[in-house]
């Protein structure tokens, strides 16, 4: 399969802060990677650099077959930019930031009038498309980036923090927008700081942290890294923690963790861990609220990764649907894109 | 150039969407002239009707000072915002941006002298000259504020914020417009000042401009028309050869 993107050994470097140290990317076509990391660990640095904005001080790129510093040109033909900070122009209106654009890349004014309207459409701005875009709220500027980075159908696109902002229900909507595209055979290099957004949306994922790359897999990959699964029993009322306690302290490979007052968790190994869990703790007649068996989270693979904790929620809250199947309301859902909110998808990707 | 044209347009749309730059250009002379006219034309030149004719041309010019200073506020701004970022992901001449903000400026330009001198007319301003040399005077106005532009994008490129651009562009203007004989003839200031006012290249705008629109007979004594375009021409030769290269070497260091 041929690389879309193909970057070796770049190192950049700000005065006294060395930005990246060393970073090697590599994604297919039509395939997404997701680049994760937390704030200040070159993300940003290296999708620059890969968007022709900032040159490296060694090392090598491709996009698209062209080198970045040599061809630039061909390059930014290539490519759509969606900036960490959404990169419109505040003072025109979605259609005029739009045709503006598509004028630039060479569109005359009809032909770059009608591409306006097909993303105003495809992202659902008509009716918001002849006002200032400073009036459009988060999720609205968002969408118009990222129309702005597609009026060139660029087979590259660079989503840098997409959702960094938002509130779950528009970071949902940006992400679908992102499924679609690589539906349509768009390769995408997308970087976050939450753990969930690159589980849900990247097929690879490449950690990076004080600008080196310190993990490359598949997301399952990943948690497998870390080995093992884990078990977590929420137990109906707090007096029957003990009990649980000793169940799993049974059935784990090491001591149970008790995360709150009715909930404990312990990594298990093994098929017939669940049966036999859920047996023993009918037979001690502890009734549960919750119980789940999942791969670890990537907050806990990034722990592990960085002995770094990414925020204080990270970890061991991000409790998943698992058996039970029931909701767990354990993040702040409105705490935009904290890493509890990851709930949902971790629970689907176990 | 086709980009930059482009750019240009999308400056001069903003401008109409930006109710107090729009302002700027529109208003602000009105009230200067209102200002300098009435209330102290009076105690300046004796008299209203005579002032007018002296003073005018120095708001025209002090107008467009102002307004070829906000192009570094607006550049800055847009880098800060990112806006430069997506520029610079297209497949553009990398310079296209800054051209076009300064072509797109002209307009803007144009607007601030057209509404003062309209406004003048009003008041009852009148061209003692012929219609060349007005057209002529407005020219060298928009030519010599693209010039000297390149001060404002420099100094927009080099500081931190616009705000920071907005503070250093004023600290700028302000010995540039009133040290100079914007609003009172150089010979009836202290001998000190006269030396920097002799020097000041708007000054001697001014003076080319009076020269244009409203007749020699308002100009500095001892000065003439031809020896004054030679000094506006002058110092844009020096504003250019010094800061456009200056500008444009931190406009690609910026961006």
Not at chain 1, 151 to 179: C, F, H, N, Q, S
Not at chain 1, 235 to 260: I, K, W
């Amino acid at each position: 399969m041929t690389k879309a993107i193909e970057a070796h050994g770049l190192t950049k470097r700000f005065g006294k802060t060395q930005a990246l140290a060393g970073v090697d990317l590599e994604v297919d076509e039509g395939r997404v990677l997701g680049v994760l990391g937390p704030n200040g660990a070159g993300k940003t640095t290296a999708v620059r650099i890969l968007a022709t904005l900032l040159r490296p001080d060694k090392g090598t790129a491709r996009v698209a077959g062209h080198d970045v510093v040599r061809e630039p040109k061909e390059v930014r033909r290539s490519i759509g930019l969606t900036g960490q900070y959404a990169s419109v122009d505040e003072d025109l209106t979605g259609v005029q930031n739009l045709v503006m654009i598509g004028r630039l890349l060479g569109l005359d004014r009809r032909a770059a009038r009608v591409r306006a309207d097909e993303l105003l459409t495809e992202f659902d701005l008509l009716e918001a498309a002849s006002r200032p875009s400073k009036t459009y709220s988060g999720g609205m500027r968002r969408r118009l980036d990222l129309a702005a980075s597609l009026i060139g159908r660029p087979a590259v696109v660079y989503l840098d923090e997409p959702t960094t902002g938002l509130d779950p229900a528009k970071r949902d909507d940006v992400w679908d927008m992102v499924r679609v595209l690589v539906r349509q055979g768009t390769t995408v290099l997308l970087t976050t700081q939450y753990l969930e957004e690159a589980d849900a949306l990247a097929e690879e994922i490449t950690v990076i942290d004080h600008g080196r790359v310190i993990a490359h897999d598949t997301p399952r990959g990943l948690k497998r890294q870390v080995g093992g699964q884990t078990l977590e029993v929420r137990v109906a009322h707090p007096a029957d923690l003990a009990a649980a306690q000793q169940v799993l302290a049974r059935v784990g490979t090491r001591e149970p963790e008790t995360l709150s007052a009715d909930l404990v968790s312990v990594p298990v190994a093994g098929d017939t861990v669940l049966p036999q869990t859920v047996q023993a703790l009918a037979s001690a007649n502890v009734p549960v609220v919750e119980f789940s068996l999942r791969l670890p989270s990537l907050d806990e693979v990034f722990y592990s990764l960085t002995g770094q904790r990414q925020g204080t929620d990270a970890g061991g809250t991000a409790s998943g649907t698992g058996a039970t199947g029931a909701p767990t309301a354990s993040g702040a859902p409105d705490a935009p894109g904290a890493p509890t909110a990851s709930t949902q998808n971790e629970g689907e990707a176990a | 150039m086709r980009d930059s044209l482009i750019l240009a347009q999308r400056s001069v749309t903003k401008m109409f969407r930006k109710p107090e730059q729009f302002l700027d250009v529109t208003l602000q002379p009105i009230i200067m002239t209102v200002l300098f006219v009435f209330v102290f034309g009076g105690a300046i030149a004796g008299s209203t009707d005579e002032y007018l004719p002296f003073v005018l041309p120095g708001i025209i010019v002090q107008t467009v000072m102002f307004t070829s200073l906000t192009i570094g506020v607006n550049l800055n701004s847009d880098i800060e915002k990112g806006v430069f970022d997506r520029f610079r992901s297209l497949p553009i001449v990398r310079s296209a941006p800054l051209f076009g903000a300064v072509l797109g400026d002209i307009v803007r330009h144009a607007i601030a002298v057209g509404v003062t001198l309209i406004f003048g007319v009003i008041i009852g301003f009148r061209f003692h000259t012929d219609f060349l040399s007005a057209a002529g005077g407005i020219l060298l106005m928009v030519l010599f504020a693209v010039c000297l532009c390149w001060v404002s994008v420099f100094i927009g490129m080099l500081a931190r914020s616009s705000g920071a651009v907005q503070g250093l562009s004023f600290l700028i203007t302000f010995p540039l417009t009133f040290g100079s004989s914007t609003f009172v003839p150089a010979s009836t200031l202290p001998s000190w000042l006269q030396g920097w006012v002799a020097v000041n290249p708007v000054t001697h705008v001014i003076e080319a401009l009076r020269g244009l629109l409203s007749g020699t007979q308002y100009m500095a004594a001892g000065t003439t028309l031809g020896g004054e375009l030679l000094w506006v021409a002058g110092w844009c030769v020096v504003l250019v050869a010094v800061f456009f290269p200056l500008a444009t070497w931190a406009y690609r260091r910026k961006v």
